[in-house]
């Protein structure tokens, strides 16, 4: 307490204000202020910009959000590393509008850090951590070695989710115009719109869907077909609240029909490979089983935990359950934007696991079979939302 008066003192001298200083003492009477003014998830028109710096004890070192900021400064910086990285995540959360987040640590002097080997023992377990579980940026000092382990993919930025960017557009339209919001939830299926764009002129994309699979398609004039991912496609689906609705061009409705075939081909051949062997593994196959890979590296699972990983592992290999890469590569993904400790993780993966007959693969199972068709009702596309465009 007497650190945060100090603190606060010293910056009011330096020219600071709107300063907010919070301890056990008040940290109740000052919650309502601490998130209007600092976090994210409170709604727009409750927001305030009353204080711009917060200075705190460790009362708000867990269980809070503060993520309108981006910088933390630890001016007493913890023994304990864990502590240190909850501080963090204070700010480092899902909802925040910054690209990137600061930290600043301050070290004890070097006579006195001799003494108590404060920086060496931080330094110590953070490494474990990042050798243990992988981690995507250094929090303690820049002679931390972050590597993925399975765990994280090399090139973070590419791999950002700008997802978020597009769920926070629709929560802000929840938020501010709830009856718009209504209005777009209870659109039918099939919905269609004609637009107009000179870049894309006589083209359609469209999004479709069945219980087994997902997919946006590009439909180019000349009759050939991309897939899209989600923010490549939101980013044409996007338009302004003025603009006008055209007719649909000549070559919308062939172009949305072999959209869906390519959907329906796309289906026969994952069903038929959870039929058949095959070998060759594709970047999502390899991810999953790099993944359950460091989980076996950390050997925090139970010999019976082992065994039914390996059975997923073989499982992938020989493409026995499509769906199974995907849940563990969505677990990897999450893995991304928030920290869990490696119990929990491997808790998550279980349910996974167990969510498949995995135990019940025989050798028989991994046999090549013959191919087989499934027929149109059993594929069941469903046309959600296309729109074509045109000059």
């Known amino acids: 307490m007497e650190t945060t008066v100090y603190l606060k003192e010293k910056l009011e001298t330096a020219g600071f204000s709107k300063i907010l200083c919070v301890d056990s003492g008040n940290r109740k009477e000052k919650m309502h202020t601490i998130r209007t003014n600092f976090d994210a998830n409170v709604k727009l028109d409750e927001q305030k910009n009353d204080y711009e710096i917060l200075i705190s004890t460790e009362v708000l070192a867990e269980g809070i959000n503060l993520h309108r900021s981006n910088i933390i400064i630890n001016y007493d910086t913890p023994w304990n590393s864990t502590r240190l990285m909850q501080r963090i995540g204070r700010v480092n959360r899902i909802g925040t509008q910054a690209s990137r987040i600061y930290i600043y640590n301050f070290f004890p002097t070097a006579k006195v850090d001799d003494d108590i080997e404060l920086k060496k023992k931080a330094f110590m377990k ?64 099939r919905a269609r719109a004609g637009r107009k764009h000179k870049i894309l002129n ?40 003025e603009e006008k609705q055209i007719p649909l061009h000549e070559l919308h409705h062939t172009q949305v029909n072999a959209a869906i075939k390519s959907f329906s081909d796309q289906i026969q051949k994952e069903s038929a490979k959870d039929k058949k062997v095959d070998i060759t593994q594709g970047p999502n196959e390899k991810k999953a089983i790099a993944y359950l890979d460091a989980f076996l590296n950390i050997k925090l699972a139970s010999q019976e935990e082992v065994e039914l990983i390996l059975l997923a592992k073989k499982a992938i290999r020989y493409g026995r359950f499509q769906n199974l890469q995907r849940d ?35 050798e028989n199972d991994l046999l090549p079979s013959e191919q087989f068709e499934l027929s149109f009702s059993e594929l069941n596309p469903e046309i959600i939302i296309s729109e074509s465009f045109s000059v």
């Open 126 to 189: 953070l490494q474990a951590f990042h050798s243990a579980l992988g981690e995507d940026s250094q929090i303690y000092t820049s002679e931390e070695e972050t590597d993925s382990f399975g765990l994280f993919d090399k090139n973070i930025e590419e791999e950002k989710d700008e997802r978020l960017i597009y769920l926070m557009k629709l929560r802000k339209i929840k938020e501010e115009n709830p009856e718009l919001f209504k209005k777009i939830k209870n659109m039918p299926l």
């Open 202 to 241: 006589g083209s359609t994309i469209c999004f479709i869907r069945n219980q087994k699979r997902d997919a946006f398609y590009y439909c180019k004039p000349d009759g050939s077909l991309d897939e899209l991912t989600f923010v490549e496609s939101a980013k044409q689906f996007e338009a302004r609240a």
């Open 328 to 362: 563990i590569n969505k677990l990897h993904n999450a893995v991304k934007v928030k920290h869990v400790k490696p119990v929990i993780l491997l808790e998550k993966l279980m349910q996974i696991l167990h969510s498949y007959p995995l135990k019940s693969i025989s």
